[in-house]
């Protein structure tokens, strides 16, 4: 994945996972701007990754929910470079196992638990941008943001309004 260049040197990837089949306007307006795109599975539908290219260039990986010939066309894990940062997308963060620290993963973007969270341990950033497809629970609605300036990343997750 390429991510496209901004005015700034930093570069914005939007975040979003456990869609379900539902593109909510809320999250494509969230996304809006952003020059790469990460989906972390549970698409279910193509038009959802359809909807979601539109917008920037995307990396998207096959959730337990993503069945169907366009699915299995698509990775269980990801690797991209953006500027000095390597991220590895994957749907389930317990399929993980560990992180390969020889393998100089700063961010692992997961979804599936549908909670969003943002946790650093020994140095690697997990994000989960939760899930902004159907209510689940009393979760949030909610999608994410990397921010990436060389080296240097920052996350964040944001409820949506619905």
């Avoid at 620290?101 to 969003?116: A, F, L, N, Q, T």
Wanted: charged content about 20%.
């Amino acid at each position: 994945m390429t991510a496209r260049s901004s005015s700034s040197s930093a570069t914005r990837i939007g975040l979003i996972s456990d869609t379900h089949n539902l593109v909510r306007p809320e999250a494509l307006r969230y996304l809006e701007g952003c020059d790469a795109l990460i989906h972390a599975g549970d698409i279910c539908k193509p038009e959802v990754l359809d909807a979601l290219a539109h917008i920037a260039p995307l990396t998207a990986v096959r959730g337990n929910n993503d069945i169907g010939e366009w699915a299995a066309a698509l990775p269980t894990h990801a690797r991209l470079s953006v500027q000095q940062v390597t991220i590895l997308v994957v749907h389930d963060i317990a399929e993980l196992g560990c992180v390969p620290r020889d393998e100089g993963i700063r961010v692992v973007v997961s979804g599936h638990s549908h909670k969003p969270s943002i946790v650093e341990r020994d140095g690697v950033l997990f994000v989960n941008p939760g899930s902004a497809g159907p209510r689940r629970f009393k979760l949030p609605i909610s999608a994410g943001m990397l921010t990436i300036e060389g080296a240097q990343v920052s996350a964040c997750f944001d409820a949506l309004p619905t």
